[in-house]
């Protein structure tokens, strides 16, 4: 996989499975993101008291079964540890943040990631914005529908102009 290629894999998850993560928050120990430079909301006009960005934890067994399937699923001509030794996270974004341009890739050559997983949990009209966005090009993701792609790739998440932005983002690493 290059990075500029990613794959679609619509509905990976069903709606009704993603209502079920959601509906799962409050038991999770949710920690503020950090500030990364979401477009139009540099640091320096952040308000960092306001600033609504969130990231849980997620271990649950059978949800990372279910990411690892869909991986795997894909047949990638990739040397990629699956089940992926990492956890999935459960990213929350409110008004006013984004994830500015990045790439996933750890420079830590022990343990590289090399594929990236992203699974959109909000349902339709959950929020407006927060567009993702792959080598440049848009990619529309509906609740449950999953973008895979590699960690090489150039990405980001445009800013959130309101509601909520919820979604399912894991890694995998170099074997």
């Given at each position: 996989m290059r990075t500029t290629e990613w794959r679609v894999v619509r509905g990976a998850f069903s709606p009704d499975e993603c209502a079920a993560i959601l509906a799962s928050d409050a038991?999770?120990?949710?920690?503020?993101?950090?500030?990364?430079?979401?477009?139009?909301?540099?640091a320096?006009?952040?308000?960092?008291?306001?600033?609504?960005?969130?990231?849980?934890?997620?271990?649950?067994?059978s949800v990372l079964r279910r990411i690892d399937a869909v991986v795997e699923g894909l047949?990638?001509?990739?040397?990629?540890?699956?089940?992926?030794?990492?956890?999935?996270y459960w990213n929350r974004y409110g008004?006013?943040?984004?994830?500015?341009?990045?790439?996933d890739r750890?420079?830590?050559?022990?343990?590289?990631?090399?594929?990236?997983?992203?699974m959109a949990l909000s349902g339709p009209g959950g929020c407006d914005?927060?567009?993702?966005?792959?080598?440049?090009?848009l990619v529309a993701l509906a609740q449950g529908d999953?973008?895979?792609?590699?960690?090489?790739?150039?990405?980001?998440?445009?800013?959130?102009y309101s509601g909520r932005r919820d979604s399912l983002v894991r890694w995998y690493l170099a074997r």
């Open positions: 038991q999770r120990q949710w920690s503020r993101a950090d500030l990364y430079g979401a477009r139009g909301f540099g320096s006009v952040v308000d960092m008291q306001t600033w609504d960005a969130h990231r849980a934890t997620l271990e649950d067994a047949n990638l001509d990739l040397a990629f540890r699956c089940p992926s030794p990492e956890p999935a008004p006013g943040v984004g994830f500015g341009p990045h790439y750890i420079e830590d050559q022990s343990n590289p990631r090399v594929l990236s997983f992203v914005g927060g567009e993702l966005v792959i080598a440049g090009e999953a973008a895979v792609f590699s960690s090489l790739a150039m990405h980001e998440v445009g800013t959130i």
